[in-house]
């Protein structure tokens, strides 16, 4: 079975562009959350989506958005990059929220980097 | 609001000792409690726990829940330079079943 896979793997913006990151899950997985990992925060929860519904949400500003496609697939959408936006978004999947095994797979990360 | 506190956040042993990282937990609606090992790329699962005193193993590491004192702890005997990693502890409650992210245990086992 194929993993997580996000695209693009590495990107570079200027502030105040935007940006879109794309997520395919695990085939079968209904559930994508989204990650922010810096050295000073750790992992931080962006939000998760399960059948296309946004269930849950971290603190964060509204500049950060997402959607779910009808196929599983999810993008994150961030607005008005910052500096401070750098840093490693990783996207996880998981079968079901409903299961016991409810373990997150994650994908390698898309590396931002805003200048 | 949920919150999962790691200890040590860094540790330095040598090869072969054995080690013992926490997490503690606050979480409402508990479910779940999972271990991540992250190396220079996106986290790997390592166990999944969900019953107070069950005790997960696998090789040299082994997890244990006690869901009456809300912690856990990851046990990694006779370590080897490549468990040298971030160790992640995450917790699945709350009023969605999010899961929450410990700042992680930066392990470094040298030779």
């Known amino acids: 079975k194929a993993g997580v896979t996000q695209t693009p793997r590495y990107l570079i913006k200027t502030r105040g562009q935007q940006v879109t990151l794309s997520c395919s899950p695990i085939s079968g997985h209904r559930s994508v959350s989204w990650y922010q990992q810096t050295p000073g925060q750790g992992l931080q929860f962006l939000f998760e989506?399960?059948?296309?519904?946004?269930?849950n949400k971290g603190n964060f500003p509204g500049r950060f958005s997402g959607r779910q496609f009808s196929n599983s697939r999810s993008e994150m959408n961030v607005s008005t990059l910052e500096l401070g936006d750098s840093a490693l978004y990783l996207c996880?999947?998981?079968?079901?929220?409903?299961?016991?095994?409810?373990?997150?797979?994650f994908g390698p990360g898309t590396r931002l980097t805003v200048l | 609001e949920d919150k999962v506190v790691q200890s040590p956040l860094s540790l330095v042993v040598h090869e072969g000792d054995t080690v013992t990282l926490n997490c503690s937990y606050e979480?409402?609606?508990?479910?779940?409690l999972l271990w991540y090992k992250q190396e220079k790329k996106a986290p790997t699962f390592l166990f999944m726990l969900t019953s107070s005193g069950i005790e997960k193993k696998s090789g040299r590491l082994s997890s244990i829940l006690d869901k009456k004192e809300l912690f856990s702890i990851l046990n990694i005997t006779a370590t080897q330079t490549g468990d040298s990693a971030v160790y992640l502890c995450?917790?699945?409650?709350?009023?969605?079943?999010?899961?929450?992210f410990g700042k992680g245990t930066l392990l470094t086992v040298n030779p």
């Open positions: 996880a999947s998981s079968a079901d929220r409903v299961e016991i095994t409810d373990t997150q797979y």
């Open positions: 995450a917790v699945r409650g709350g009023s969605n079943y999010k899961l929450t």
């Open positions: 989506y399960f059948s296309e519904t946004q269930r």
């Open positions: 979480v409402t609606n508990f479910r779940s």
